[in-house]
């Protein structure tokens, strides 16, 4: 194989997205409707699909019963893209 060959696969990778999914910082910006940040505002959940899983806020403990955590502007959470959703995985 020569050089130039080994030179133009190497480009095709460059090309190529990477595979699995990246994690995502996210930050409540409204909670009426419950409102992701992305990328410093570029990117909003509403309007793009969001789904938020159940234990994603957090819990904590209050005379003896297991209650969760509201969200609150300004929190952060990690997120991940499923498709074209945006899929709250827990608080930061």
Same mark, same amino acid.
């Given at each position: 194989?020569? *050089?130039?060959?080994?030179?133009? %696969?190497?480009?095709?990778?460059? +090309?190529?997205? #990477?595979? +699995?999914?990246?994690?995502?910082?996210?930050?409540?910006? @409204? $909670?009426? #409707?419950l409102t992701f940040?992305?990328? %410093?505002?570029?990117?909003?959940? #509403?309007?793009? #699909?969001?789904?938020? /899983?159940? @234990?994603?806020? +957090?819990? /904590?403990?209050? @005379?003896? @019963? $297991?209650?969760?955590?509201? *969200?609150?502007? %300004?929190?952060?959470?990690?997120?991940?893209?499923? +498709?074209? /959703?945006?899929?709250?995985?827990?608080?930061?």
């Open positions: 194989m020569s *050089w130039e060959q080994e030179f133009a %696969g190497a480009m095709k990778e460059l +090309g190529k997205k #990477p595979s +699995g999914t990246a994690l995502l910082e996210g930050t409540v910006v @409204s $909670i009426a #409707p940040s992305l990328y %410093g505002g570029e990117v909003m959940a #509403p309007p793009m #699909p969001l789904a938020v /899983t159940e @234990s994603a806020a +957090g819990y /904590t403990v209050v @005379s003896h @019963s $297991i209650q969760k955590l509201p *969200w609150h502007v %300004g929190d952060r959470a990690a997120c991940a893209m499923m +498709g074209k /959703t945006l899929v709250v995985l827990g608080r930061l």
